[in-house]
Antibody, heavy 123, light 112 residues
Framework: QVQLQESGPGLVKPSQTLSLNCIVS??????????WNWVRQPAGKGLEWIGR???????KYNPSLKGRVSISVDTSKNQFSLELSSVTAADTAVYYC???????????????WGQGSLVTVSS | QSVLTQPPSVSGAPGQRVTISCTGS?????????VHWYQQLPGTAPKLLIY???IRPSGVPDRFSGSKSGTSASLAITGLQTEDEANYYC????????????FGTGTKVTVL
């Protein structure tokens, strides 16, 4: 059974870059069937999709993040990573890494989810 | 900003039936993209509850059901149980703004 686990600093200073890793276990990140995503959730608020990457390195990002986001994959380590630059307090959230399964009619469903990593942006 | 609108809260007594609506538009649900539902128990990560509008993953009780019509979708919980108290989110794909996966605003289900 596939499991995902986030890791990274819990505190980032304003204007700096947030970096998180997600290790995938119980399955190969190189599988052609899946995409690998990041989703975030500010405390007490809803979910926001950040972006996705395919094993080939092809990416798609949420336009609302205006070029601040970058997702990369390391198939040798079975992990993928998130970088979010120029962070502000508004980027404080729990960040989840999630496996995505494309739907034939378009779109994607997300399953499973990592347990989440709280990142606080503060000086 | 979520483009899928859900009621902030719904409640019911144990054994009752509750429904959660998810209202979208012609650029997401109305464009025939599937709707998926997630359950988020307190302090935990979301879990896939319904996919493809009305399909339950293995292990999800059959008291959960989904439907979709036009630009909206619904999640129904029949025979409400105390362990169903959680936040529920719908999710789909939106073709506007270069395309993006979008979530609903979320609904808190309270078991009275």
């Amino acid at each position: 059974q596939v499991q995902l686990q986030e890791s990274g600093p819990g505190l980032v200073k304003p204007s700096q870059t947030l970096s998180l890793n997600c290790i995938v276990s119980g399955g190969s990140i190189s599988s052609s069937d899946y995409y690998w995503n990041w989703v975030r959730q500010p405390a007490g608020k809803g979910l926001e999709w950040i972006g996705r990457i395919y094993t080939s390195g092809t990416t798609k990002y949420n336009p609302s993040l205006k070029g601040r986001v970058s997702i990369s994959v390391d198939t040798s380590k079975n992990q993928f990573s998130l970088e979010l630059s120029s962070v502000t307090a508004a980027d404080t959230a729990v960040y989840y890494c999630v496996r995505g399964i494309l739907v034939l009619t378009g779109g994607m469903r997300f399953d499973p989810w990592g347990q989440g990593s709280l990142v606080t942006v503060s000086s | 900003q979520s483009v899928l609108t859900q009621p902030p809260s719904v409640s019911g007594a144990p054994g009752q039936r509750v429904t959660i609506s998810c209202t979208g538009s012609s650029s997401n649900i109305g464009a025939s993209y599937d709707v998926h539902w997630y359950q988020q128990l307190p302090g935990t990560a979301p879990k896939l509850l319904i996919y493809g509008n009305n399909i339950r993953p293995s292990g999800v009780p059959d008291r959960f059901s989904g439907s979709k019509s036009g630009t909206s979708a619904s999640l129904a919980i029949t025979g409400l149980q105390t362990e169903d108290e959680a936040n529920y989110y719908c999710q789909s794909y939106d073709i506007s703004l270069s395309g993006s996966y979008v979530f609903g605003t979320g609904t808190k289900v309270t078991v009275l």
